[in-house]
């Protein structure tokens, strides 16, 4: 009788075993790759919302501030969604009969909420505080992307763990000013746009006064602090220095910095803005409990 | 685990009482009765079908039990008697918490030896194991798929207009004030969007000082019981309250007078109801109302007494039968408590001593330095003897034999008050005879006490005094004779707690037209022609005042969850301007007393909490010196039965009895959860050839009852305590627990009475969570233990020494008591295999107990509770050993079981710097934080439970089952939103609030500053009326937790196994008189 499997069966069945570890990592990549897709994390779709809310219009267009409608950011753990009043504060005046913002007039006229779909999702078992990152110096465009620039909003980064333990651990990247947080196109200081930074004397300060910064240079070629620059150091004489090296130095001479660089900005505001250290932001209970 | 197998001592019964746990049912007769008759192999079995016990005990040498080790694993059993014995010949310190251990019986061997009691049976049932091989196989597959399934799309609501003071995400607090019977709780409310998700004490009060209750913070899972009434019903068909007011309105206008219009009302505690009747009264002179409180009719209390103590003055406290520091049910409580602990915490500087003679077994007597154990009866003529001894005038002592050790006791009691008159108080009882409190007025009088450490208010807290007994005699009289054509019940529920020789049912029918007003759709509404919804405290304006006297004012927290209305505008129908609501009818009652601009005034006294000058206190009225001119009851014989009715220091009168936190809460001393239970002492169990868990049946009068006997240590021969307020018919959390008591309880003796007790057949499994978190050590640990140690017995004896103390005069001999003598202290800091993490760098977490104020009344683990969203898990889970509590109050007691002390323990987590339950975690579930805090990660743990097997202390819970309720709408609106509500599968366990730490931190870091001592504050240490808790940063040297923790007495439990808790006790110092040094008393 002869043989069932000839010998080429050998090579198949090596290959069928290389074939089998290729499809169990195939399917571990893909499942891997699956969860961070926009599919699952939603980033970057534009959710079917009950009203073509452009922020685009709003904020660029009309240069409505932030905090017009998300209120709370400053205070709250929640920001904030406009209660429909909002809306009507300036269209009970204009586009009084657009149809677009049919969905607004019922809800004003009937008491019933507009039904929005978040946009921003985490889940429920994340604790996520909004004060606080805008008090320390995260702007939102850092989180929420140039909001200014979506016609229809959308989540600009996945919002996934890894994405939140990227800033934890070394926040300094992102940091910005506390005066430049609603600032939807601050760019971070380069060569090009350098930014000058003083720490405030006062120790007890609150973070939002404890650092001045301007991307005017302070020291006289015309800008804001022309007139106050001859009370200063030349910002020659701190090129170089290092956040700390800065910090240390004695806040009787409020003295501006100039940045060229993000991360020895976000050394300098880590030291004044009191951020607390990785080990202290990556553990657990800040978001989980 | 199974406590029906007591006594039987053969493999089978063993088994099977592992395989048919008493969990299933509470009366599972049949299959316990047949394992007792089948597992008695030496013995006959007993007419009643169990083996009798003490047939097998008699010849049983209890000192083979000391020293011998086989006795005790051939699973012999040990009686009280043997018990009782073993105890006499222990010299020094022994602890022990329940009679199981102490007799170290098989089951209790068993149960250690387990980390969940009786855990394992689901894996015996072959079906059930099926059941979870299904659930396993499916949880598997989606274990898979659950990681990569999108989150559903979540929607927004905003508001239409947001209401101005609003900031979502940031919880307001607004002053308020719980309206008890005993006074008024003055509370400061969380409110979460408007939604009060928190009920504390009013830390700016001066009555209670931010201290609550257990009855206060159940009231607030109260407020979103499920099962509340929602709808006005007439004849059982949905109305309007418009119908009803209608019909009210016209058949009053139509009686000219009133004639046939009773009200029968608990006790009004408001001023405002209070004006409001008087008003009818004049508008309708015939109409009648009668107040009937269950716990509170026949007490002094109702006839408007408002004598205060000032035990911050006091030296030497005598409580001639009063639980004032056991439960709110005393008036009082919360300052009483706080006085009493403030004059311990500095022993040093002198501290008090207490004396308790009391006819029940309570935290009251337990803390006391001399207890003396007295049957009810015996009370009256105990006080009046005193009052001869202290020199009282005019009292005729009724002649009775009392036993040495009683007299010992009278002597050295008159001594010592003596010594410190007018520096000592003399406390009565409140279910006690009212000769009691007039003769203990009499002894503080003859002590010049008044107007030192007793004071008088201006103000009773009850302002309508009335014989409530005999009014409500009267009424059943008047409904007998169908006098009543109207009967409004406001708030009461007489057809479940009417006193049983009235026969109020029968009475009832004879009404033409019954209104209830109630929250709750029960036994009372059932057989009322109309029922209307009552509003909660919560939702509704209202006034009451503190035991001391001041006004607050009750401001609603939300509107009505059911349009429900209160007794204001039921009697406000019947006045001039029927449509006034309460609130202004409150405001109307106020307007006089608040002095200057009325809106400013009121605006203060909403947001302050109380209404400024609203009482004065005095001392008492009451001649100095004046004799005393009453009757004094002679004691019943010494061998008839008393049966002592108490509220429930849970569910009080029955009115929380669907409040699953208070049912679940285990009852102080003995640890009885879901169930009340005829408490005996160990003597009259073994004399009534009883044992725990047998059904009794209680008679008194004509009245009978059903119930199961437990053991209470020190409970007075010869008596039965019962608490009301159980047996309930509707609930779905209160029908069907306990036993109704109402039903043995008369007009003649409503707080004890002579009756009798039958031993009937059968067992009643009952909830008993004291032998739960007991750890099994094997011998060669640390060269301790003989192999058979719980964590409480003998280590809280030897040298690791759980339970610390000395008396005064030791301790002063040497402050550093507490570390001397134990030879297993906390070993080196270098001596640990891993490595050291250096917390020396910013905030270090810390807790302090103080275990000499601990009184154990249980308010920090409601207040826990309601803060940690924990679950409730039902009678069977908790029979299992599967009580979500995160906080538990361990009582060791200690010395004879007739009259022990107890010392009391909270133990929660002890976030150990070098915690063992994270060394085994194999999925980092349970991780340290920088600043100290064991943490649980609730979404990365898979349910090894590891971690709580490693757990030296026992502070790990288990979600077993899906406990928390997902679905009940109204549940939803209790939740605190800060903290993770856990599902199946997930261990968890005390965090040291870590919402609160971390609020305070972001609070902090906003303002660029350190967090300042005191700024947080845990959900338990907030309810403690006694401020036993501290917590704050043990690396700030100025902290009040750090200088606690430099005390010389404070200790670590279990520190000789490196832990290096975070949580630090006080060790106890007692104040014991010289003369009665020998205590607890040996007992013959």
Not at chain 1, 75 to 102: D, F, K, V
Not at chain 2, 509 to 523: P, R
Not at chain 2, 633 to 639: E, L, Q, S, V, Y
Not at chain 2, 696 to 719: F, L, W
Request: hydrophobic share 35%; glycine share 6%; charged share 20%.
């Amino acid at each position: 009788m002869a043989q069932i499997f000839d010998r080429s069966s050998n090579a198949l069945a090596r290959m069928g075993l290389v074939l089998t570890g290729l499809i169990i990592i195939a399917a571990g990549v893909t499942l891997d790759e699956l969860q961070r897709s926009p599919w699952v994390t939603r980033q970057g779709q534009r959710a079917d919302q009950p009203i073509p809310f452009s922020h685009e219009h709003h904020v660029q267009g009309l240069g409505l501030q932030c905090q017009y409608c998300h209120t709370t950011v400053e205070t709250s753990s929640y920001a904030g969604i406009p209660p429909t009043r909002t809306c009507m504060n300036c269209h009970a005046e204009i586009w009084t009969n657009a149809q677009l913002l049919e969905p607004v007039r019922q809800s004003w006229y009937t008491g019933e909420s507009i039904p929005w779909i978040r946009v921003h999702d985490l889940p429920d078992f994340v604790f996520f505080n909004h004060s606080i990152h805008v008090n320390k110096g995260i702007g939102c465009a850092s989180c929420h992307g140039r909001v200014d620039e979506m016609p229809l909003m959308y989540a600009q980064n996945t919002l996934q763990m890894e994405w939140c333990l990227d800033c934890h651990r070394n926040p300094a990247k992102n940091l910005r000013p506390t005066s430049e947080i609603y600032n939807m196109a601050w760019e971070s200081p380069s060569e090009d746009h350098p930014v000058w930074c003083a720490a405030n004397d006062k120790a007890d300060a609150p973070t939002a006064q404890s650092v001045n910064c301007t991307t005017q240079d302070p020291s006289g070629q015309g800008g804001a602090g022309s007139e106050m620059a001859s009370l200063r150091m030349p910002p020659a004489a701190a090129t170089g220095l290092t956040g700390e090296v800065a910090a240390a130095m004695p806040p009787a001479s409020p003295s501006y910095v100039k940045f060229a660089d993000q991360m020895d900005l976000g050394h300098f505001l880590e030291v004044h803005y009191k951020i607390r250290t990785p080990k202290d932001l990556t553990s657990c209970e800040v978001c989980h409990r | 685990m199974s406590r029906e197998m007591r006594g039987n001592g053969s493999e089978t019964a063993m088994r099977l009482a592992q395989e048919h746990p008493s969990g299933a049912k509470a009366r599972e007769l049949p299959t316990a009765e047949s394992a007792r008759a089948d597992s008695c192999p030496d013995t006959k079995p007993a007419s009643d079908g169990s083996c009798s016990p003490s047939l097998q005990k008699q010849d049983l040498h209890p000192a083979a039990f000391a020293q011998d080790d086989s006795a005790v694993l051939k699973n012999e059993p040990m009686t009280l008697e043997a018990v009782r014995k073993e105890l006499k010949g222990v010299k020094g310190k022994r602890y022990w918490r329940s009679l199981d251990e102490l007799a170290n019986t098989p089951e209790f061997q068993a149960a250690v030896e387990r980390e969940f009691p009786s855990a394992a049976q689901e894996w015996i049932d072959p079906v059930s194991r099926r059941g979870f091989l299904k659930l396993m196989g499916a949880s598997m597959a989606l274990a898979g798929l659950a990681g990569c399934t999108k989150m559903p799309d979540e929607p927004i609501y905003p508001y239409i207009k947001a209401p101005e003071d609003l900031i979502l995400g940031k919880p307001m607090y607004f002053a308020t004030a719980h309206p008890f019977t005993t006074g008024a709780v003055p509370l400061l409310v969380k409110s979460d969007e408007f939604r009060p998700i928190k009920v504390d004490g009013n830390p700016e009060h001066a009555y209670n000082n931010g201290s609550s209750d257990p009855y206060t913070q159940g009231t607030l899972l109260d407020l979103y019981d499920p099962d509340r009434a929602k709808h006005v019903t007439y004849r059982g068909e949905s109305r309007e309250w418009a119908e009803f007011a209608e019909a009210f309105q016209n058949k009053v206008a139509s009686t000219k007078d009133g004639t046939g219009v009773y009200f029968l009302s608990a006790a009004i505690t408001s001023p405002t109801l209070a004006r409001q009747w008087s008003e009818a009264q004049k508008a309708y002179p015939k109409a009648k109302l009668v107040q009937y409180e269950p716990a509170l009719a026949g007490t002094f209390l109702e006839k408007g007494v408002n004598v205060q103590y000032d035990l911050s003055q006091a030296d030497v406290i005598v409580s001639l039968d009063a639980e004032f520091l056991s439960s709110a049910s005393y008036p009082g409580f919360h300052k009483l408590v706080r006085d009493y602990a403030a004059r311990r915490k500095q022993p040093e500087n002198g501290m008090n001593r207490l004396y308790t003679v009391e006819s029940s077994t309570t935290t009251t007597g337990m803390k006391a330095e001399h207890r003396l154990g007295l049957r009810a009866s015996e009370i009256p003529a105990f006080a009046a003897a005193l009052a001869q001894a202290v020199g009282v005038g005019g009292v005729n002592a009724p002649a009775y034999a009392w036993t040495p050790e009683q007299q010992k006791f009278l002597a050295a009691l008159a001594a010592d008050l003596k010594a410190s008159a007018g520096k000592s108080a003399v406390i009565p009882g409140l279910y006690q005879h009212e000769s009691v409190a007039a003769l203990a007025m009499a002894i503080n009088n003859a002590l010049g006490n008044l107007g030192k450490t007793v004071f008088s208010s201006s103000e009773p807290a009850i302002p309508v005094p009335s014989d409530q007994l005999g009014d409500f005699k009267s009424l059943v009289a008047d409904l007998n004779a169908g006098k009543v054509d109207w009967l409004v019940i406001l708030n009461a529920n007489p057809i479940y707690d009417a006193p049983a020789d009235l026969n109020f049912a029968d009475a009832f029918n004879k009404a033409n037209i019954v209104v209830h007003l109630g929250s709750h759709y029960d036994e009372t509404s059932q057989q009322s022609h109309w029922h209307i919804p009552a509003a909660h405290y919560l939702e509704s304006w209202s006034d009451a005042r503190a035991y001391d006297g001041t006004v607050s004012v009750v401001q609603p927290m939300i509107d009505p969850l059911y349009g429900g209305h209160t007794a204001h505008h039921i009697l406000q129908a019947l006045l001039s301007e029927p449509m006034l609501s309460p609130y202004d009818a409150v405001r109307e009652t106020w307007k006089s007393t608040i002095k200057g601009d009325f809106e400013a005034g009121w605006r203060k006294a909403l947001h302050d909490g109380w209404i400024a000058d609203t009482v004065a206190a005095g001392p008492p009225k009451g001649s100095a010196g004046g004799a005393f001119n009453g009757a004094i009851p002679t004691p019943t014989p010494k061998d008839s039965v008393e049966i002592i009715f108490r509220p429930d220091p849970n569910v009080y009168d029955g009115r929380w009895a669907n409040v699953g936190w208070l049912q679940e809460l285990p009852k102080p001393v003995v640890s009885l959860s879901w169930d009340n239970a005829a408490l005996v002492s160990g003597a009259t169990l073994s004399q009534w050839n009883l044992e725990e868990e047998d059904i009794v049946e209680i008679t008194v009068g004509n009245g009978r009852v059903k119930a199961p006997v437990i053991v209470a240590p020190g409970h007075p021969d010869n008596s039965v305590t019962v608490y009301l307020g159980y047996g309930r018919e509707v609930g779905r959390v209160a029908g069907g627990a306990g036993f109704n008591s109402y039903l043995v309880r008369n007009t003649w003796a409503p707080f004890y009475a002579t009756g009798a007790v039958r031993k009937v057949e059968g067992k009643w499994g009952v909830a008993v969570t004291k032998s739960h978190y007991q750890d099994k050590r094997p011998p060669s640990l640390l060269g301790q233990g003989q192999g058979d140690n719980s964590l409480e017995g003998d280590e809280a004896l030897g040298p690791r020494a759980i339970v610390r103390y000395a008396t005064l005069d030791e301790f002063k001999a040497n402050p550093n008591f507490a570390h001397e003598g134990y030879t297993k202290d906390t070993p080196p800091y270098d001596d640990s295999l891993f490595p050291n993490w250096p917390y020396n760098e910013a905030n270090a977490w810390a807790m302090s107990i103080d275990m000499n104020s601990c009184t154990g009344c249980n308010a920090c683990i409601v207040s826990c509770y309601a803060e940690n969203n924990i679950a409730v898990v039902g009678k069977q889970q908790v029979r299992i050993g599967r009580c979500m509590q995160w906080l538990r109050i361990d009582a060791y007691f200690e010395g004879d079981l007739a009259a022990p002390r107890a010392h009391f323990q909270p133990m929660a987590c002890q976030h150990c710097e070098n915690a063992p339950c994270e060394q085994v975690c194999p999925v980092g579930a349970t991780i340290h934080t920088p600043e100290g805090l064991n943490m649980m990660i609730y979404n990365r743990c898979v349910g090894t439970r590891y971690c709580s097997n490693n757990c030296p202390y026992k502070v790990r819970r288990f979600n077993f089952l899906l406990y928390s309720d997902y679905e009940t709408e109204s549940l939803k609106l209790m939740r605190n939103p800060d903290v993770s509500v856990r599902s199946r599968g997930v261990m968890e366990k005390c965090s040291y609030c870590v919402q609160r730490i971390q609020e305070a931190k972001i609070r902090a870091d906003q303002e660029n500053r350190t967090i300042r001592d005191g700024e947080i504050v845990t959900a338990c240490q907030q309810a403690c009326p006694a401020k036993v808790i501290t917590f704050g940063n043990m690396n700030d040297k100025d902290s009040r937790v750090s200088k606690l923790r430099a005390q010389q007495r404070s200790y670590q439990v279990i520190a000789d196994i490196n832990t290096r808790p975070r949580t630090t006790y006080v060790a106890e110092v007692l104040n014991p008189n010289q003369e009665l040094e020998q205590t607890p008393v040996e007992h013959a």
